[in-house]
Nanobody, 125 residues
């Protein structure tokens, strides 16, 4: 059974950093691309970054390059999203998802089949 569980969110001040985790079970990281997405209140779900441990390929949303870093730990079967210099506009629920078809790194939510329940990130002073 495929399961993705996010953790690491919280309430932080602007300028702080967070590391989100996505613990994966049911398959190994080299089998499917894993993506991070976020959804702010009243907005559509937005792709943040994705990784495929099979070849180490990563992809980032153009608007978020520089502050976000995705990585994977195959031994722990966990994908991480490091977020630095957090801004109020980063406030959202962050989700990780797996792409069963293995089409490659992409930030199109429709390509992802299995989703976690999300972790809330709130950036406020």
């Amino acid at each position: 059974q495929v399961q993705l569980v996010e953790s690491g969110g919280g309430l932080v001040q602007p300028g702080a950093s967070l590391r989100l985790s996505c613990a994966v079970s049911g398959f190994t990281l080299d089998y499917q691309p894993i993506g991070w997405f976020r959804q702010a209140p009243g907005k559509e779900r937005e792709g943040v970054s994705c990784i495929w441990s099979r070849d180490g390929s990563t992809f980032y949303a153009d608007s978020l390059k520089g502050r976000f870093t995705i990585s994977g730990d195959n031994a722990k079967n966990t994908v991480y999203l490091q977020i630095n210099n957090l801004k109020p506009e980063d406030t959202a629920v962050y989700y990780c998802a797996a792409m069963t078809a293995g089409l490659g790194v992409s930030l199109l939510p429709v390509l992802y089949d299995d989703w976690g329940r999300g972790t809330q990130v709130t950036v406020s002073s």
